[in-house]
Structures are given as structure tokens and as C-alpha cells.
T-cell receptor, first 115, second 112 residues
């Protein structure tokens, strides 16, 4: 089944404890992206990647890191999480290198709470 | 900065009625997309309309695009309880198709 998977789905952690949220897609898509969703703000793009070893900042990259060593994986790293990073996170992928020209396929989301 | 803004923020209708949601954006775009999100779950793509298109249909969905007014509308005809969800418009913010921006969404409730 074609899908985007994220792990973990739920995570409660404490301030400053490094964490990684994994994202994997099995559709051979070039484009991958991370978003965070907060009430009243919709989805905001954190980072995106047009292909392997190519990443760029979205609207809210501060406090996050990403890497794209393989086409299928796009992990989101929070080196020192803070409470303002408590949010619902979505990973998405899209065929081609440009998100605007193709539909994006979303993962189920990761609900992160930073205490 | 948010490129797309949906209107209204919330909409409540009876089953069988039509629902119309609007989206406005600020800069020129390549394409505009609409997505649906059931409560707390991942978004599902509904329709993509290109900047040189004015109207597009998919089943009970009708999307219009007016680039002169920088606005789009999503019409859901003969709504069903299962259409209850949040609806988002999304566009590229930088005209290169990379940086993707969603609006805050319209929360649609379809009452049986």
C-alpha cells in the first residue's frame, strides 16, 4: 500500500531532551516536507526537500533540523525541544520536485508534547 | 507569512445543502490546491487547479479560481454528514513551486 508513515504517533518529552520523528514514504517521491499544525494557524511548513541531499527552510524552521540521505526517509530532529514546539506534526511527500504542481500525500501525524 | 486565507472560519449546514468556502491569497501562484482533514488526522488532497484554469470539477466538488482577485472557492454540492471536516487551500508562496503554504482552514459541520 502506498503510504507515508511517521513514528512515533504520540510523544511526551521534557525540555531539552533531543528527539527524532521519523518519516518514510514508499512511493519513490522526490519531494518531502514537514509541517506543524497549531490551533487557528493551519499548517506551517518547517522544512522541505526537493530530492536527496537537498533541503531548504520553510516558514518556521527555527529549532528543527532535517536530513535527506535516502529518497524514502526524511527525519525531523529537535535537538533541544521547548514547550513552544508542542504541536501536531505532519510529514508529506509528493512526486516531482515541486510541491505546488502535484498533490501531497500526508502521514497520519505525530502529536508531540514538550513539558 | 500565510499565503492563503479561508473564509468563513466555520460553517454549519444541513445535510443535502451546498457548502461554499472561499480562499484568498496574496502573491501570484502556479497552482492552488484544496485539502480535507478529518479531525486530527492527515490531510487528503481534493483537487488541484492550475493558474490558467478557471473552474474544475471532481464528483460533488467544484473549484473556481480568479487570479485577478487572487481568490478561489470550493463548492461541495449535496453535502453529507461524512463531509464534516476542515478544508484548507494551499499555494506555493515563492512562485517556484517549492515553499508550500496552507491557510488556517474552514471547519465545516454537516448536520444530519
Amino acid at each position: 500500500e502506498a503510504q507515508v508513515t511517521q513514528n512515533p504517533r504520540y510523544l511526551i518529552t521534557v525540555t531539552g531532551k533531543k528527539l527524532t520523528v521519523t518519516c518514510s514514504q514508499n512511493m519513490n517521491h522526490e519531494y518531502m516536507s514537514w509541517y506543524r499544525q497549531d490551533p487557528g494557524l493551519g499548517l506551517r511548513q518547517i522544512y522541505y526537500s526537493m530530492n536527496v541531499e537537498v533541503t531548504d527552510k520553510g516558514d518556521v524552521p527555527e529549532g528543527y533540523k532535517v536530513s535527506r540521505k535516502e529518497k524514502r526517509n526524511f527525519p525531523l530532529i529537535l535537538e533541544s525541544p521547548s514547550p513552544n514546539q508542542t504541536s501536531l506534526y505532519f510529514c508529506a511527500s509528493s512526486p516531482g520536485g515541486l510541491a505546488a504542481f502535484n498533490e501531497q500525500f500526508f502521514g497520519p501525524g505525530t502529536r508531540l508534547t514538550v513539558l | 507569512s500565510q499565503q492563503g486565507e479561508e473564509d468563513p472560519q466555520a460553517l454549519s449546514i444541513q445535510e443535502g445543502e451546498n457548502a461554499t468556502m472561499n480562499c484568498s491569497y496574496k502573491t501570484s501562484i502556479n497552482n492552488l490546491q484544496w485539502y480535507r482533514q478529518n479531525s486530527g488526522r492527515g490531510l487528503v488532497h481534493l483537487i488541484l487547479i492550475r493558474s490558467n484554469e478557471r473552474e474544475k470539477h471532481s464528483g460533488r466538488l467544484r473549484v473556481t479560481l480568479d487570479t485577478s482577485k487572487k481568490s478561489s472557492s470550493l463548492l461541495i454540492t449535496a453535502s453529507r454528514a461524512a463531509d464534516t471536516a476542515s478544508y484548507f487551500c494551499a499555494t506555493d508562496a515563492d512562485n517556484y513551486g517549492q515553499n508550500f503554504v496552507f491557510g488556517p482552514g474552514t471547519r465545516l459541520s454537516v448536520l444530519p
